[in-house]
């Protein structure tokens, strides 16, 4: 009777393939398999990090390597619902959060200021859109007296020359007073402008309504003459007229400004 003996099965030695975690995405030389029914760990230089095997038979789970990274919410801040998100100040990786106060958007795309201010840029971006508001800007402005020649250094002194305003997209509030201590070497019978306006008005004749201002010390002549002051059209200086002849008015001269005329008034106009 023939009797088949099998052979004892021999270990035959294979190169075993290197599973590591590097520094950077690199295909391997060789195959390797990983088999695992419970959390499979990966560790690096700074610290572990896990991957859970969560996944049934024929799936699989990804995670980022260790040395991935996304940008988040870092640095001081609170969590805002509706919070307006800002980049952090070094190298803007990432999204910075706020220590109070944060402006905010809602649902129904309403922006809310709890703190701070909204800035336009000094260059006007200007725009025909009648619901766009593109400029808001205040400040302060130096009125001064005029004859024709519009020149400051006829050695006019003043007592008080201040002004502010306050631009709202193309229109101007302003505000002046000015008094006078010298008219200096202004033309008695030139016609009386005060200059230096923040901004030029538009080149139209409805650009800028005329107001009355208040006077003092003036010399306008007989009781009840009262003066208007209008922008002139495509300048920063302000037209003076007097209503003093029954067909309207004419121009308010240097001379019935007088040495120590004070005018004090406000109004608004169109810069286009």
Known sequence: MAINVTPIPKLTAMAAPAFTLGTANAAGDALTAVASNST????????????AAAAVVGTSTVTARRDHVHPGTTGAG?????????????????LQGYSSLSPTISDAGIVSLTSGALKWPATVITSTEPNTLFDYEMGTWTPVLWDSSR??????????????????????????????????????TDA?????????????????????????????????????????????????????????????????????????????????
Do not use: C, H
């Open 151 to 188: 020149s400051s250094s006829e050695s006019q002194t003043y007592d008080k020359n201040a002004g502010t305003y306050l631009k709202i997209g193309r229109f101007v509030y302003y505000y002046f007073s000015i008094e006078v201590t010298s008219l200096g070497t202004l033309t008695a």
């Open 40 to 51: 499979l760990l990966a560790f690096d230089a700074v610290a572990p990090a896990a991957v």
């Open 78 to 94: 609170t969590v805002v619902d509706e919070a307006i998100t800002r980049f952090n100040g070094t190298g803007g990786s990432s």
């Open 192 to 272: 009386a402008l005060v200059g230096g306006l923040p901004f030029p008005a538009r080149n139209s004749s409805d650009a800028s309504p005329s107001f009355s201002p208040e006077v003092r010390n003036m010399l306008l002549g007989t009781a009840g003459f009262n003066p208007t002051i209008t922008p002139l059209d495509n300048r920063s200086d302000i037209n003076v007229r007097l209503y003093d002849a029954t067909g309207g008015t004419t121009n308010l001269l240097i001379s019935e400004w007088g040495a120590n005329g004070d005018m004090r008034a406000a109004g608004f106009y169109d810069v286009g």
